[in-house]
């Protein structure tokens, strides 16, 4: 019951990568960067485990960018192809790989990477690849030149590759898909088709991560457009509710959102962002505590996992790790109160 969990990302070490930053250079080559890649995902393992997180990933510590990583081992789209356009309805540039022929994978993309981390924990362990509307958005098209069309193809590939990462011990598939909450009208069209493609015969638990996106400026911006109440989740919610994913993961804390959409979840587990990764104010325990009381006006304590409400890898370690602290913290006070 409670059970805390994390979007997916970690801050990277400054000796693996620029730190705070997106897109971050590395800062080793060859076979010092792999030799890196594996001790940054230790730590970031063993740090979640020390802060008392249920449900652990890797951090994503090696990959540079959760879209771009898993897309570096995909044959047909090329980096050599570099372009700049707005992504996420152009709240923000963004310098891109171009989709220049058929996909396919070239080889396993992240097979190392989880039998590795499986291997260095006893946690549950989740693993995150973005989803196919996310993909599409995050790049550019000279091939398919249909939306649609090319995240059905980008949802064939991730299933191939989800497959083979289940056979490796994964208990939990994670497709972020932050675009879900600027095309609604494409998540009813293709959106959640496309979700089925890409975990279509997976025994493992899944679930799709739906938030406001990172804490970046552009992203701050953004959310003070949005007015006194968000309310994107609520034409979203009911069709992930009718769909065949697990788990919905979103964001709560210091949001706008109205929390009884959650309601719109009913059968669904819910992953409630309790920790804001918008700022460097570490929450207290009892901060988080409030957010999960409030959450489970409308979400059965067995569906709700704590979380935060997005990836953490702009923020500085030492400020990751508190928050991770307060996070396993807050529910342990909430598992309390219900079990007296």
């Not at 069709?239 to 959102?257: F, P």
């Not at 006070?333 to 079990?339: G, Y």
């Amino acid at each position: 019951m409670l059970r805390t969990t994390i979007a997916g990302s970690l801050p990277k070490p400054s000796w693996l990568a620029t730190p705070r930053t997106l897109w971050a250079p590395w800062s080793l080559a060859g076979a010092a960067l792999a030799e890196g890649k594996r001790d940054a995902v230790l730590a970031a393992l063993k740090e979640q485990e020390a802060a008392g997180i249920d449900v652990v990933t890797d951090g994503e510590q090696s990959r540079q960018h959760f879209v771009h990583g898993f897309l570096e081992g995909i044959e047909g789209v090329d980096f050599a192809r570099r372009v700049t356009i707005g992504i996420r309805a152009d709240r923000y540039k963004a310098e891109v790989p171009t989709v220049t022929g058929p996909l396919r994978r070239k080889g396993s993309i992240h097979g190392e990477e989880v039998g590795f981390a499986r291997a260095h924990t006893t946690k549950p362990f989740k693993f995150t690849i973005p989803g196919p509307m996310t993909i599409v958005d995050t790049l550019a098209d000279e091939h398919y030149r249909d939306r649609r069309r090319l995240a059905l193809e980008f949802a064939r590939v991730i299933n191939e590759e989800a497959l083979e990462l289940e056979a490796l011990g994964l208990d939990v598939l994670q497709l972020d898909e932050p675009a879900f909450n600027v095309y609604m009208d494409d998540v009813a069209a293709w959106g959640i088709e496309a979700l089925h493609r890409a975990t279509e015969g997976l025994r493992c638990r899944t679930a799709v991560h739906i938030c406001y996106g990172y804490g970046i400026k552009a992203n701050v911006e953004w959310k003070a457009t949005l007015g006194g109440e968000w309310r994107q989740y609520e034409r979203t919610f009911p069709l992930l509710a009718a769909s065949r994913i697990d788990q919905v993961s979103l964001e709560c804390a210091n949001s706008r959102v109205p929390l009884e959409l959650l309601s719109l979840l009913l059968g669904k587990d819910v992953l409630v962002g309790a920790v804001d990764v918008a700022t460097d104010a570490v929450e207290t325990p009892e901060q988080v505590a409030a957010v999960i009381r409030r959450a489970l006006a409308f979400v059965p304590a067995e569906r709700l996992y704590p979380c935060t409400n997005c990836g953490m890898v702009p923020l500085a370690r030492e400020v990751a790790r508190g928050k991770l602290r307060a996070l396993a913290a807050g529910a342990a006070i909430v598992r309390r109160e219900l079990t007296r």
